[in-house]
């Protein structure tokens, strides 16, 4: 029997490709090799679903494609089992999915999630998505070295401290300045820093940063920053480092795929105590969160949710106080999970997660419209961008332009494109967005007192 699925057909520049489409292109090559696959093309609409056979599993991946693959089974009269994915905690691209998937999903279809965290969230938030009917899989340790922990300096001697990742707000990247600022002048200049990812504003520019950390007292050469490194200088990353830091509240953080290469690797982790890495880290490398419940947020922009204590993680980082470099539940992250899910019913996973953000959540509900006209309305604009009817969506852009009385460059350019691109999941979702399912807004409630932050079962 086949599994059947589609290609991106993403190219990559460099070695360097988004971590979502690493991951796909990991578990296509993955498929590729342990069973077999038929390559569907969705830009064929609906008869790409044509040779799926009654019984047979569909792996769809995840977005309005995973969305696609319901629809056109519900309209072809198709009797096949479904396998999406969530990628992406709060972010309008999954939110919709699982809006749009809602009333077409069947017994047997299957959500997976990166994290338990991540699932609890879409738990609490679509009835449609179950215990029975979803799971925690994300493959990626057998790709990995399995490198022994690194020996920790001991405190008073000089420690290197690193960051891996995008450099930005909604990751606290102003927090790790801070907290490497500090534990750089009370060590009297032995903690350094190694920084390697994407600055998303000019402030987070190497010049800038070396600027900023020189008004803080620390001279040039104990900080590294570099720009985005392929996968294959991972290890060389690691290598240079001790400890990483990853104080990241990000709206959209679902694994934090960077806090498994660290351990992979032998690195330990110090980590917000909120979120995913909860379910990765010992309880002793995670530090104080103080989550924002002021402040309402919107699904179609990434933000932090909150801010860790940096008193509480420079002390930890000048005494040493954390545990080393362990995966605290390996088995949700290996080929054998994520095939298991695939073929039929996953074991469980029990495993200590965050419960603290999927309680605080509280979405705003959809208002106005019909649900049924927003699926019908979803499979049009796909259609039309995909088989480059540009004069509909540029006439939906201009009424919506019309509408508001604003008109956003950025959509035009999608539109204007020369190709598309599946790999680009960025372009349709921002379509969406923008012409059938606005991004919905949320807000974080504060705790009860007392309230339990981590639960037992995943």
């Known amino acids: 029997m086949r599994l059947h699925t589609h290609d991106y057909r993403a190219a990559d520049s460099d070695g360097i490709v988004d971590g979502a489409i690493l991951m796909h292109r990991e578990m ?45 089974r519900e309209r072809t009269g198709g009797d096949f089992r479904i396998v999406r994915e969530v990628h992406t905690a709060l972010w309008s691209g999954y939110w919709a999915q699982e809006e749009l998937c809602a009333p077409l999903v069947r017994p047997g279809d299957l959500a997976l999630f990166p994290t338990a965290y991540t699932r609890e969230l879409f738990l609490r938030n679509f009835p449609a998505v179950t215990e029975g009917g979803s799971a925690v899989a994300y493959p990626m340790l057998d790709r990995m070295p399995r490198r022994a922990p690194r020996p920790v300096p001991p405190a008073g001697r000089r420690l290197r401290l690193g960051y891996l990742g995008a450099l930005s707000l909604a990751k606290n990247f102003d927090q790790v300045l801070s907290v490497f600022a500090r534990c750089h002048r009370e060590t009297g200049g032995r903690v350094d820093l190694v920084c390697a990812g994407k600055p998303n504003a000019p402030r987070w520019e190497a010049d800038a940063v070396r600027a900023g950390l020189r008004a803080a007292g620390v001279a040039d050469g104990s900080v590294r920053i570099e720009g985005v490194w392929p996968q294959a200088r991972l290890a060389e990353f690691f290598d240079a480092v001790d400890v990483l830091l990853f104080p990241s509240t990000a709206s959209r953080e679902t694994l934090g795929r960077v806090v498994v290469e660290a351990l992979a690797h032998g690195v330990p982790v110090l980590a917000a105590d909120v979120g995913p890495a909860v379910e990765l880290l010992p309880a002793r490398n995670l530090v104080p969160t103080t989550l924002d419940t002021a402040g309402t947020f919107d699904m179609g922009r990434v933000g932090p949710l909150g801010r860790v204590d940096e008193d509480a993680l420079v002390a930890k980082v000048l005494t040493r106080d954390f545990a080393e470099a362990s995966v605290r539940c390996p088995a949700p992250y290996t080929d054998a999970a994520f095939l298991r899910a695939l073929a039929g019913p996953p074991a469980p996973v029990d495993v200590v997660h965050d419960r603290t953000l999927p309680a605080a959540l509280r979405v705003a509900p959809r208002t106005g419209g019909d649900p049924a006209e927003r699926t019908a309305a979803a499979t049009r604009l796909f259609r039309a961008f995909f ?50 399912l606005p991004p919905l807004t949320y807000t974080l409630a504060p705790a009860p007192v007392g309230a339990a932050t981590t639960g037992d079962t995943a």
């Open 387 to 436: 088989e480059r009817r540009d004069d509909t969506v540029t006439a939906a852009l201009d009424a919506l332009a019309a509408r508001t009385g604003r008109d956003d460059p950025a959509l035009r350019r999608i539109v204007a494109a020369p190709h598309r691109n599946l790999a680009d999941y960025r372009a349709f979702p921002r379509l969406l967005d923008a012409l059938v």
């Open 28 to 72: 296509s090559e993955l498929l590729t090799r342990r069973t077999s696959v038929a390559w569907d093309d969705l830009t064929r609409g609906p008869d790409c679903v044509a040779g799926v056979g009654a019984g047979e599993t569909v792996y769809a991946g995840s977005g309005p494609y995973a969305f696609l693959y319901h629809h056109w």
